[in-house]
């Protein structure tokens, strides 16, 4: 006889949601007060009825613990506020991080392949990671996560064929055409990208591992062996089954998915390597993607993870990186048009809502002259 599955509090888990819930909607009014157009007191009020955290199997930089620990940094702002909480939210996280880390190493120990909710930014060890890097960029769990992606990286054999250490056995969301034998994964939100922006922003900030530029390296050699070039420009497969890539097009470019997500990871990766001509191609690829209409034209609302949102705030950090910062700020008319023209958001969420959507225009509604503020966007991996 099994033990009966554990019972769910969908108001609990709704309300420490960072994607969806007023967890994820208190971000905007943390941006307000920084820029003195809200108050603090505003802010504490948003927090004060998100109840006990969550801190299990399901908590991740987008659930529970983590996601109050990211919202509260944000809250700080560099000050003593909340320092009582945020203490107790670093041992909690520490202590959740090592028990997924020590179960992803027995998981490749084992021979298994891994799993989205492994290794992602949404739901695995690259959010965790992230809050790590912000919260404790020297402490022994940031390291462990670095060196957890970097065998990540690793190729497995699966019957005899090698293949990326990050190849799931599932199928990618709501899309069941890369099974069987399961798929490798090249996006953001849950593909080797995140691992990708996360490895170069910890490099960036000078915290190193062992094979770390190995890693980097193998990313990205992986995103040159599948990347398609023609007169549309440059892209990327989504994902890669053993049948080959899945079509590039008519996927819609966005944060999550898509050249926008890929060319920031990939422009990071290139700073920190002195990879000048990754770099440029990675530039050149946003810039076409960014002035095409014929991708502009599959985005169909303001979010941030398939939206115009996520598309401006990605263009402002790429902008601050490149080459020639100009070619990309004279542009931003274009999208904030394209975003004013797209749907609103129907939920006040942070991830595919309303709050999202807000946060990535504040800094682009004066058409790329503002230097993009706040730190908000490092859940997304794009700072």
């Keep these: 006889m099994t033990a009966a599955l554990p019972v769910i509090d969908t108001t609990l888990s709704s309300r420490q949601s ?4 007023p967890l994820g909607a208190a971000l905007l009014s943390i941006e307000r007060a920084r820029r003195s157009t809200d108050t603090w007191e505003a802010v504490h009020q948003r927090l004060s009825d998100t ?17 109050m620990a990211f919202v509260l940094h944000l809250a700080a702002d ?3 506020r909340y320092a009582g ?11 959740h991080a090592r028990r997924r880390l020590a179960a992803a190493h027995d998981r490749i120990d084992a021979g298994r392949l891994t799993e989205f909710a492994e290794y992602d930014l949404f739901r695995g060890l690259t959010g965790i990671g992230a809050l790590l890097l912000r919260r404790q960029p020297r402490g022994p769990e940031t390291k462990a996560v670095l060196e957890y992606l970097v065998r990540l990286t690793e190729p497995i054999s699966v019957n005899g064929a090698p293949l990326p ?6 199928a990618p969301a709501n899309n069941k055409a890369a099974m069987p034998g399961g798929h490798a994964n090249a996006g953001m939100a849950h593909g080797i990208t995140g691992p990708l922006a996360l490895l170069a922003l910890a490099m960036r900030a000078g915290t190193i591992v062992n094979g770390h530029e190995a890693a980097l390296l193998r990313i990205c050699r992986w995103l040159d062996e599948i990347r398609q070039h023609d007169h549309q420009g440059v892209r990327w497969p ?3 089954n053993q049948n080959g890539p899945a079509p590039a097009l008519p996927a819609a470019p966005s944060w999550c998915y898509g050249t926008p997500g890929l060319a920031r990871a990939q422009q ?4 920190v390597t002195g990879d000048h001509d990754r770099k440029r191609m990675a530039e050149r690829a946003l810039l ?29 950090r790429v902008a601050e990186d490149a080459d020639t910062p100009d070619a990309f700020t004279t542009r931003i008319g274009l999208l904030t048009g394209r975003f004013l023209t797209a749907g609103t958001p129907e939920e006040d969420g942070f991830l595919e809502g309303k709050t999202g959507a807000a946060l990535a225009f504040q800094d682009a509604e004066s058409n790329g002259a503002a230097i993009p503020q706040g730190h908000w966007d490092s859940c997304l991996l794009l700072a």
Excluded: E, K
């Excluded at 109840?51 to 996601?67: E, F, H, Q, R």
């Excluded at 909480?85 to 202590?95: F, M, N, R, S």
């Design 85 to 95: 909480a945020l203490d107790t939210l670093d041992g909690i996280v520490a202590a």
């Design 165 to 170: 250490g990050w190849w799931v056995g599932h």
């Design 78 to 80: 560099g000050t003593g």
């Design 18 to 21: 960072l994607a969806h819930g």
């Design 268 to 271: 990071l990766a290139a700073i």
């Design 51 to 67: 109840g006990p955290v969550i801190d299990g199997p399901d908590a991740s930089l987008y659930l529970g613990a983590p996601a």
């Design 288 to 316: 076409h993607c960014m002035t095409d209409p014929h991708q502009l034209n599959r985005i169909g609302n303001r979010g941030l993870c398939h939206g115009f949102g996520g598309i401006l705030r990605t263009v402002l």
């Design 238 to 240: 989504r994902w890669i």
